[in-house]
């Protein structure tokens, strides 16, 4: 991310949220201040990232409006990977500078979300690669389809 800030001047977070914005085939919902979508190259059938769409390098930094807003936006997505896949177990994870680096400008916090749909086998092992099996703007559009209310 370092790298790509000192080459663009920008965020790499923040210029891939722009490039999903723009797409929008893998979007799941938007908000006033996040961004829930499957990665371009989701590791897990239907992986979820909740970005927030301001800059922000540290998730201790988000205010108070920001939080409450996140906490509804976890709670559907989390609702719709539960109504879609029949409950999947999933690991998460918030990736995010530390409280002393707050001000980064090249470092964005997000949310993943990562179902454990899938068995990793030989060639993951031996690799380290990941296989996932199913395309991002199909995962996209069945959770897009649950309504998991507001």
């Given at each position: 991310m370092r790298e790509r800030f000192a080459a663009t001047g920008h965020c790499a977070t923040c210029l891939d949220l722009e490039s999903e914005r723009q797409d929008g085939r893998?979007?799941?919902?938007?908000?006033?201040y996040f961004?829930?979508?499957?990665?371009?190259?989701?590791?897990?059938?239907?992986?979820?990232?909740?970005?927030?769409?301001?800059?922000?390098?540290?998730?201790?930094?988000?205010?108070?409006?920001?939080?409450?807003?996140?906490?509804?936006?976890?709670?559907?997505?989390?609702?719709?990977l539960r109504l879609a896949l029949d409950?999947?177990?999933?690991?998460?994870?918030?990736?995010?500078?530390?409280?002393?680096?707050?001000?980064?400008?090249?470092?964005?916090w997000c949310l993943k979300i990562m179902p454990k749909l899938t068995t990793p086998a030989g060639f993951e092992f031996a690799s380290g690669i990941r296989i996932n099996p199913s395309l991002p703007e199909a995962d996209a559009e069945l959770l897009r389809a649950i309504d998991p209310g507001r």
């Open positions: 893998r979007i799941v919902e938007m908000t006033e961004l829930t979508f499957v990665p371009f190259a989701a590791t897990n059938p239907c992986e979820l990232r909740i970005t927030p769409l301001r800059h922000r390098a540290c998730f201790g930094a988000t205010d108070e409006a920001e939080l409450m807003d996140f906490g509804q936006v976890l709670r559907r997505a989390l609702l719709r409950d999947p177990s999933y690991n998460f994870v918030i990736e995010s500078a530390a409280a002393e680096a707050a001000d980064s400008q090249s470092t964005h």
